[in-house]
């Protein structure tokens, strides 16, 4: 290797080194301050204490906003991984008429932005006379996640050996059971990644949620956009904001360490993959 | 083919595609559906209050687009500045990520690449609020200042935060990580025998990489440019959070005319147009993404 071909390795390595260190520095912030003894988050640290989190855990509106938040997100995560089998199952077909349109639609919800989304559904609840609910908050939900849901779940499905579903169809099977017996439990990893996704989705997804949550049952993102705001309540957020971020780094990276683990056991495929939420990789 | 039963199955047989039906039926509903209801709320066909009357009529639209001195139009171009800006940072930090991972990087490269996603996955509202915590006024950027002795104690630059700076930042940070994807994916299955040629040919590693490597990566650049501009064009969290009332960007206006305001027939002209401009974008840069998708009628 040439010196010039050394330095450049050297300096990619401390880039990589140095943006991996900015990517995690607010994540380490907000640990950190979550066991500051401090009402306000400023430096110098007035050392330690666990106190916010006693105090996060006994207010019922945070406590309230986060249980109904973790509904939500494993109804969305459920039903738009459900719409999304529905969906790969039909854009995998052979032969679909208005494929373009339909793969179009289906798509559209990732690139509208999500204000568009929210004020169209006030319009939209408005006009057929239905006061704002957390079922619209899901409802609204699910049409952001489904997109995510197809594009996870559609790969793996056309990536299936046919011949596999045509050996159960032979042995006997209706295309229904062959589909569920077969076809869905080959499925499953891709059918975990789209509920990950979509949950993950949902209990992060603020835009939605801030038109269209009643005002007395407010999800947990809208509860933190508030108490982020609210000096007296600002504590409490950071100590259980803390905990979310933990939460879902662990979840994120275990459950790809175990989707490779099942995808290799399933195939029978050495080496590593690519991640799920590599869309297209 | 001519096993009898499956004969019998295959006449009553349903197309499959039809399974796309709900789906794409929830969607129409929920979401193209309430566009036409925006679009109807533009022109003064509907209002929101019961009993005023509506006809159809452009005022809304002529004054946004040709006013004088719209605060609207002139929040949407200083979005878009904004939104370019964090583009073109985005992509350039992303890009040697993205190289370091398909070439440098080797066995560890999947490993590196979710290390480097994971925080995209954790809430986005809980990153925005440490940043602030990070940028805020004794926060830790000002006290690191004061003790460096770069500014003096309570004199903490003004643009560090509720600034077009902190907001900046703030997109930027969210994107980095995603826009290196598309463009790893390129680099990744680019085909090395073709770098190996360029060298063989004398070209050194910069000719190699500005002549070959860079052209062959376009692809995956302008989808990772396309995945910042789209979102980050109707972005407002961010600005509520880390900008003053000087930094909201368009998005900030459009909720504005919802919540507070509520004006729904000017908000819907907002939205429209945002949806227009999402559009356009779409038209011009979307065949950087998802063509495998679209092509799989071909095989």
């Given at each position: 290797?040439?010196?010039?071909?050394?330095?450049?390795?050297?300096?990619?390595?401390?880039?990589?080194?140095?943006?991996?260190?900015?990517?995690?520095?607010?994540?380490?912030?907000?640990?950190?301050?979550?066991?500051?003894?401090?009402?306000?988050?400023?430096?110098?640290?007035?050392?330690?204490?666990?106190?916010?989190?006693?105090?996060?855990?006994?207010?019922?509106?945070?406590?309230?906003?986060?249980?109904r938040?973790?509904?939500?997100?494993?109804?969305?995560?459920?039903?738009?991984?459900?719409?999304?089998?529905?969906?790969?199952?039909?854009?995998?077909?052979?032969?679909?008429?208005?494929?373009?349109?339909?793969?179009?639609?289906?798509?559209?919800?990732?690139?509208?932005?999500?204000?568009?989304?929210?004020v169209?559904?006030?319009?939209l609840?408005?006009?057929?006379?239905?006061?704002t609910?957390?079922?619209?908050?899901?409802?609204?939900?699910?049409?952001?996640?489904?997109?995510?849901?197809?594009?996870?779940?559609?790969?793996?499905?056309?990536?299936?050996?046919?011949?596999?579903?045509?050996a159960?169809?032979?042995?006997?099977?209706?295309?229904?059971?062959?589909?569920?017996?077969?076809?869905?439990?080959?499925?499953?990893?891709?059918?975990?990644?789209?509920?990950?996704?979509?949950?993950?989705?949902?209990?992060?997804?603020?835009?939605?949620?801030?038109?269209?949550?009643?005002?007395?049952?407010?999800?947990?993102?809208?509860?933190?956009?508030?108490?982020?705001?609210?000096?007296?309540?600002q504590?409490?957020?950071?100590?259980?904001?803390?905990?979310?971020?933990?939460?879902?780094?662990?979840?994120?990276?275990?459950?790809?360490l175990?989707?490779?683990?099942w995808?290799?056991?399933?195939e029978?495929?050495?080496?590593d993959?690519?991640?799920?939420f590599?869309?297209?990789? | 083919?001519?096993?009898?039963?499956?004969?019998?199955?295959?006449?009553?047989?349903l197309?499959?595609?039809?399974?796309?039906?709900?789906?794409?039926f929830?969607?129409?509903?929920?979401?193209?559906?309430?566009?036409?209801?925006?679009?109807?709320?533009?022109?003064?066909?509907?209002?929101?209050?019961?009993?005023?009357?509506?006809?159809?009529?452009?005022?809304?639209?002529?004054?946004?687009?040709?006013?004088?001195?719209?605060?609207?139009?002139?929040?949407?171009?200083?979005?878009?500045?904004?939104?370019?800006?964090v583009?073109?940072?985005?992509?350039?930090?992303?890009?040697?990520?993205?190289?370091?991972?398909?070439?440098?990087?080797?066995?560890?490269?999947?490993?590196?690449?979710l290390?480097?996603l994971a925080?995209?996955?954790?809430?986005?509202?809980?990153?925005?609020?440490?940043?602030?915590?990070?940028?805020?006024?004794?926060?830790?950027?000002?006290?690191?200042?004061v003790?460096?002795?770069?500014?003096?104690?309570g004199?903490?630059?003004?643009?560090?935060?509720?600034?077009?700076?902190?907001?900046?930042?703030?997109?930027?940070?969210?994107?980095?990580?995603?826009v290196?994807?598309p463009?790893?994916?390129?680099?990744?299955?680019?085909?090395?025998?073709?770098?190996?040629?360029?060298?063989?040919?004398?070209?050194?590693?910069?000719?190699?990489?500005?002549?070959?490597?860079?052209?062959?990566?376009?692809?995956?650049?302008?989808?990772?440019?396309?995945?910042?501009l789209?979102?980050?064009?109707?972005?407002?969290?961010?600005?509520?959070?880390?900008?003053?009332?000087?930094?909201?960007?368009?998005?900030?206006?459009?909720?504005?005319?919802f919540?507070?305001?509520?004006?729904?027939?000017?908000?819907?002209?907002?939205?429209?147009?945002?949806?227009?401009?999402?559009?356009?974008?779409?038209?011009?840069?979307?065949?950087?993404?998802?063509?495998?998708?679209?092509?799989?009628?071909?095989?």
């Open positions: 290797m040439t010196g010039a071909g050394r330095i450049a390795r050297v300096l990619l390595h401390s880039y990589f080194f140095l943006l991996v260190l900015f990517l995690y520095l607010p994540l380490v912030v907000l640990v950190i301050f979550a066991f500051n003894n401090s009402a306000v988050p400023t430096l110098p640290l007035s050392g330690f204490t666990t106190h916010w989190f006693h105090q996060a855990f006994s207010n019922t509106d945070l406590t309230g906003s986060a249980r938040s973790i509904e939500l997100a494993i109804l969305d995560g459920l039903l738009a991984t459900a719409l999304g089998v529905l969906a790969a199952a039909g854009l995998a077909a052979r032969r679909l008429f208005l494929r373009g349109v339909i793969t179009t639609i289906l798509l559209l919800p990732l690139v509208v932005p999500y204000i568009v989304l929210a169209g559904l006030v319009i609840l408005h006009q057929l006379n239905i006061t609910s957390l079922t619209a908050v899901l409802a609204g939900h699910i049409v952001i996640s489904l997109p995510y849901s197809v594009l996870v779940i559609l790969p793996r499905l056309q990536t299936l050996d046919a011949s596999i579903n045509e159960a169809r032979d042995l006997g099977a209706s295309e229904i059971w062959a589909f569920v017996l077969v076809t869905l439990p080959l499925l499953a990893p891709a059918l975990v990644s789209s509920f990950l996704i979509a949950f993950t989705i949902s209990f992060d997804e603020f835009a939605i949620a801030s038109f269209l949550a009643p005002g007395g049952s407010p999800t947990f993102p809208v509860f933190v956009y508030t108490g982020a705001r609210t000096p007296l309540l504590p409490e957020v950071i100590a259980v904001g803390s905990i979310v971020v933990i939460a879902s780094l662990v979840l994120v990276i275990g459950a790809e175990v989707r490779r683990w995808e290799r056991r399933i029978g495929r050495k080496g993959t690519a991640p799920a590599a869309v297209g990789a | 083919m001519t096993h009898p039963a499956r004969r019998r199955r295959r006449r009553v047989r197309p499959r595609g039809l399974l796309t039906l709900p789906p794409t929830y969607v129409v509903a929920l979401l193209l559906g309430p566009i036409v209801l925006i679009a109807l709320y533009s022109f003064n066909l509907r209002s929101q209050y019961p009993g005023m009357p509506t006809a159809f009529s452009t005022s809304n639209w002529h004054d946004f687009l040709r006013g004088a001195n719209n605060p609207f139009r002139d929040r949407f171009i200083y979005s878009m500045k904004v939104t370019l800006l583009s073109v940072g985005t992509v350039l930090a992303a890009y040697p990520l993205a190289y370091y991972l398909a070439f440098v990087a080797r066995k560890r490269r999947y490993t590196f690449l290390l480097v925080p995209f996955f954790t809430s986005y509202l809980l990153r925005i609020i440490a940043w602030r915590i990070i940028l805020g006024n004794n926060g830790v950027v000002s006290w690191v200042l003790h460096l002795h770069i500014v003096q104690q004199h903490t630059p003004s643009w560090l935060i509720y600034s077009t700076f902190s907001v900046a930042l703030v997109l930027f940070y969210t994107w980095v990580p995603f290196a994807l463009i790893f994916v390129v680099l990744e299955n680019m085909d090395r025998r073709v770098l190996e040629a360029a060298q063989d040919l004398g070209a050194n590693g910069f000719t190699a990489f500005w002549r070959v490597t860079f052209p062959l990566s376009v692809p995956g650049v302008m989808a990772g440019f396309v995945f910042v789209i979102p980050t064009t109707g972005e407002f969290i961010a600005p509520l959070l880390v900008g003053g009332p000087n930094n909201y960007m368009f998005g900030n206006a459009i909720q504005s005319l919540a507070s305001t509520a004006d729904w027939n000017y908000g819907s002209v907002l939205a429209l147009w945002l949806v227009a401009v999402v559009v356009v974008l779409m038209i011009v840069f979307g065949r950087y993404l998802s063509a495998d998708l679209q092509e799989r009628d071909a095989t």
